[in-house]
């Protein structure tokens, strides 16, 4: 009777650790739940799993973030491998100064891009802290990329120009090298959540490297 017991409480305790480990895990996305059956993209099912990965790692969803909140596949049609959600708090562009977080997925990536000075805004110049999850900032430098991160080939044909990573972890301020360089992110094994700080931002600035996405991105057929 002892046996039996005491073999009852080490099963009931893995069932426990185990129902623990899976509720700690992200759910597994699929890239064809983010479109219709015709290929158009779904920007509340983007925004469901973004709202996923907050409820994971713990961020704060305040009133009126869902409405807010920008999401976009960069014209790829592959959210998963190549997306974004951003949600802007103020943009400045009087004196100059904006905040905004990103969201990332799983090894998502934010494509390859730059900035560039407008008739009303110079170049922009920004910096990354992680707040939640990892992710793998790129810019210039000596390539090191790691071998967790994987160019999708929806990206300029899996190319990018620049490989010099920085692997951020919440806590870790990642400050771009010069104002007019290009960069990119790869989200981490559990995402990413980041808070951007830059001068400003002006979506007429920005340049992507895959032209098909820069032409989405600016609204070009």
Known sequence: MKKLLTALIVLTVIAAITANAAKDKLPRFTNAQFYDAKGNFLPEKAKDAYFTLMKFHGYPVFPGLREKMAVTDFGAGRFLECGLGCMMFHNNEKDRYMLMDLFLLPKQMLPEHWHVATDKNPTKLEGWLVRHGMSHIVGEGEPNLSRDVVIPKCHANGTVTVKHE????????????????????????????????????????????????????????
């Open 166 to 221: 920085v692997l951020a972890s919440p806590g870790d301020f990642v400050p771009l090298n010069r104002a007019d360089a290009h960069h990119w992110q790869y989200g981490g094994p559990e995402g990413a959540i980041i808070t951007e700080a830059a001068n400003v931002h002006d979506d007429s600035g920005v340049r992507l490297l895959d032209k098909k996405m820069n032409d989405a991105y600016h609204g070009k057929k």
